[in-house]
């Protein structure tokens, strides 16, 4: 079965620290560009993170400077580390993969995305 799974969300206060993991399963991210996005309860679905087959990344700017967005292709997985995490930052992420050959990724929509996973709760509270 081709799919994605993201796993290593969870409950943290504010200023903690979260490592979020989206695991191809069924094919290879060699080929993909992948992307975070996150929804909030009762807010549309937004754009977090991507990033290239070749290593190029972007990123909303209001997690610019917490999040950083990796790949490990050995293990078939990209990675969401996140960082002085915010109340605003509780969402359920999602990660999706792009099959079409690109110089650069977007989080502007998820669109062009597929393969998505159930995903993964991350709650800050306090």
């Known amino acids: 079965q081709v799919q994605l799974v993201e796993s290593g969300g969870g409950l943290v206060q504010p200023g903690g620290s979260l490592k979020l993991s989206c695991r191809a399963s069924?094919?290879?991210?060699?080929?993909?560009?992948v992307a975070w996005f996150r929804q909030a309860p009762g807010k549309e679905r937004e754009g977090v993170s991507c990033?290239?087959?070749?290593?190029?990344?972007n990123v909303l700017d209001s997690v610019e400077g917490r999040f950083t967005i990796t790949r490990d292709d050995a293990k078939n997985t990209v990675y969401l580390e996140m960082n002085d995490l915010r109340l605003e930052d509780t969402a359920t992420y999602y990660c999706?993969?792009?099959?079409?050959?690109?110089?650069?990724?977007?989080?502007?929509?998820?669109?062009?995305?597929?393969?998505w996973g159930q995903g993964t709760q991350v709650s800050v509270s306090s």
């Open positions: 999706g993969a792009d099959g079409v050959e690109k110089v650069s990724c977007t989080i502007a929509t998820d669109v062009l995305y597929d393969h």
């Open positions: 990033i290239t087959r070749d290593g190029t990344t």
């Open positions: 069924g094919f290879s991210l060699d080929y993909y560009a």
